[in-house]
């Protein structure tokens, strides 16, 4: 049974940083794609990032620069290190997981596995 667990949320305000991490068990975590999403009330779900088995990494366009993913294959764990933080990056941050070495982009439909979130609020 594959679990993830995010951690690391919090309130910040605008400008701040905060580092998100996601602990996995019970997958072959570094033959995995895995990804961060995030969630706002009213909004579509939205990919922020994915790396692939190989760390080859994809980030959407509204948190490129900003945004830093990355991955200890030795700890199981994800992180997403966020800085210069802005209020429309208020949202639940979702990590996913896909048995797949390979990504499709920031499609959410390919992940099988999913954390329960943790919240991000960035007040201005």
């Known amino acids: 049974q594959v679990q993830l667990v995010e951690s690391g949320g919090g309130s910040v305000q605008t400008g701040g940083s905060l580092r998100l991490s996601c602990a996995t068990s019970?997958?072959?975590?570094?033959?995995?794609?895995m990804g961060w999403f995030r969630h706002a009330p009213g909004k579509d779900r939205e990919g922020s990032g994915t790396?692939?088995?190989?760390?080859?990494?994809t980030y959407a366009d509204s948190v490129k620069g900003r945004f830093t993913i990355s991955r200890d294959n030795a700890k199981n764990t994800l992180y997403l290190e966020m800085n210069s933080l802005k209020p429309e990056d208020t949202a639940m941050y979702y990590c996913?997981?896909?048995?797949?070495?390979?990504?499709?982009?920031?499609?959410?439909?390919?992940?099988?596995?999913w954390g329960q979130g943790t919240q991000v609020t960035v007040s201005s």
């Open positions: 996913a997981a896909r048995p797949s070495v390979a990504c499709r982009g920031l499609e959410d439909t390919q992940f099988y596995y």
């Open positions: 790396v692939d088995g190989h760390g080859s990494i």
């Open positions: 019970g997958a072959n975590f570094e033959h995995y794609c």
